[in-house]
Nanobody, 113 residues
């Protein structure tokens, strides 16, 4: 079992930055890939990006060049650095291990325009 806890959300003005963290505990060795997802009110939960055990990253088009995922050794903590935020980035952000096998509880990000 893996437990995930996100933190770092909040209210930020458009153009600002936030860094989210995802702290993992439990059987961390089970994690092969970690992803960040987001869900806006009334919309489905969408993938934002992923990071592999080789620290390879992939992002959806809408956040490329603005968001960066990084991790410490062994997936103990995974980060989502979000720069140049826009109103459309407002959502609850979740981290998930192994493409949704394990989920955190989410952290709210609100971008004011």
């Amino acid at each position: 079992q893996v437990q995930l806890v996100e933190s770092g959300g909040g209210l930020v003005q458009a153009g600002g930055s936030l860094r989210l963290s995802c702290a993992a505990s439990g059987n961390i060795r089970e994690i092969g890939v970690m992803g960040w997802y987001r869900q806006a009110p009334g919309k489905q939960r969408d993938l934002v990006g992923i990071i592999s055990s080789r620290s390879e990253t992939e992002y959806v088009h809408s956040v490329k060049g603005r968001f960066t995922i990084s991790r410490d050794n062994g997936f103990r903590t995974v980060y989502l650095q979000m720069n140049n935020l826009i109103a459309e980035d407002s959502a609850v952000y979740y981290c998930a291990a192994n493409f949704g096998r394990y989920w955190g509880q989410g952290t709210q990000v609100t971008v004011s325009s």
